[in-house]
């Protein structure tokens, strides 16, 4: 029999908690269901719970790989969990004691221990990372010191926190691929929104000059700002293939919800709130189809939500192709 992870129904109140390590608020979880309602993995822990609560005897269990959570959903034992299997990181200090790239955290601690205004920062790439550290060297004319690699195995240090995104500034490009995810910034906008003669924008960032990138007007009506970030959503997923792994990134909370939480009881009440009829539900809908035709294709998609008109460039750049979509 295989080793189930099993709580009582009432007791799901709180996220499963991992034994084996400490994990990177910034790593993307998994949700496995392996007994519930609706069996299978999920990118929430709400719609996980939601699928756990008040079953019987409700087997689930959150892991950091897909193909982990996949393979306990389906009854089968993911191989253990090693700290060779997690992916890697490069932690570059621009301005510290010893300037340069490190593989593990405790060490780039180290080269900045005790310095004042240490500029540091967290990459998924060596390339980045170096970018970072020389994008500083060559503003302040300094060539002292060569990249370095700290090549030592071990764990990270948990006692101080790792180095937050916004600690400092690079002057690198928006990517817009993360591990072999394509990464999307998508938003709506609604001039006069809620009033007559409103006009309706959707935006869709890729990157720079990114011959993908879209700004058009919504089409339809009415011409709202929930439709058109929802629409900009429908239109960043029709433009990738499908087996493509995806990250969209929106400043929209209800679009987030609507097509990943909310829509489970409104397909249940046959789209009907106590309030009346849902709205958007065409929109929300085909966004559900083609998630699911992703889906079935090996796609995987994963919602961000990112504070609007703040500093995060992405999210800016897709504001502004929906403004200028709703001046079309």
């Known amino acids: 029999m295989p080793t189930t992870h099993k709580k009582a129904a009432p007791a799901a109140a709180a996220e499963p908690a ?56 389906a009854g089968r034992d993911p191989p253990p969990t090693t700290a060779d299997s997690r992916p890697p990181r490069f932690y570059g200090v621009a301005v510290g004691r010893k300037p340069g790239v490190y593989t593990e955290w405790s060490q780039a601690q180290e080269a900045i221990k005790g310095w004042k205004g240490p500029k540091f920062k967290k990459f998924d790439t060596r390339t980045e990372a170096e970018a970072f550290v020389r994008s500083y060297s060559a503003a302040a004319g300094a060539t002292k010191h060569a990249l370095s690699d700290a090549d030592a195995d071990g764990e990270e240090v948990d006692a101080t926190a790792e180095p937050p995104a916004k600690k400092a500034k690079t002057t690198t490009k928006l990517a817009n691929t993360r591990n072999g995810v394509v990464v999307v910034y998508t938003d709506g906008s609604s001039l006069g929104n809620g009033r007559a003669g409103a006009t309706a924008g959707v935006g869709v960032y890729f990157g ?113 192709l929906a403004v200028e979509g709703a001046s079309k």
């Open 208 to 320: 720079a000059s990114d011959p993908r990138n879209i700004s058009e007007r919504l089409v339809g009506e009415p011409q709202t700002n929930q439709r058109a970030e929802l629409t900009a959503i429908l239109r960043a997923l029709e433009t990738i293939d499908l087996g493509q792994d995806l990250e969209i990134r929106t400043d929209s909370k209800y679009s987030i919800q609507c097509v990943t939480e909310w829509y489970i009881n409104w397909e249940k009440n046959g789209w009907k709130t106590r309030t009346g009829p849902v709205k958007n539900q065409d929109l929300v809908q085909l966004v559900r189809d083609k998630l699911e035709e992703r889906e079935a294709k090996g796609g995987r998609t994963q919602f961000i939500w990112v504070k609007g008109h703040d500093t995060d460039q992405g999210n800016i750049a897709a504001d502004r």
């Open 18 to 73: 991992s034994k084996k390590r400490k994990v990177d608020a910034t790593e993307q979880k998994y949700y496995a269901v392996r007994a519930g309602f609706k069996p299978g993995v999920y990118t929430t822990w709400a719609i996980c719970q939601q699928q756990i609560t008040g079953f019987k005897g409700a087997q689930f269990k959150s892991f950091l790989r897909y193909e982990d959570a996949s393979a306990f959903a």
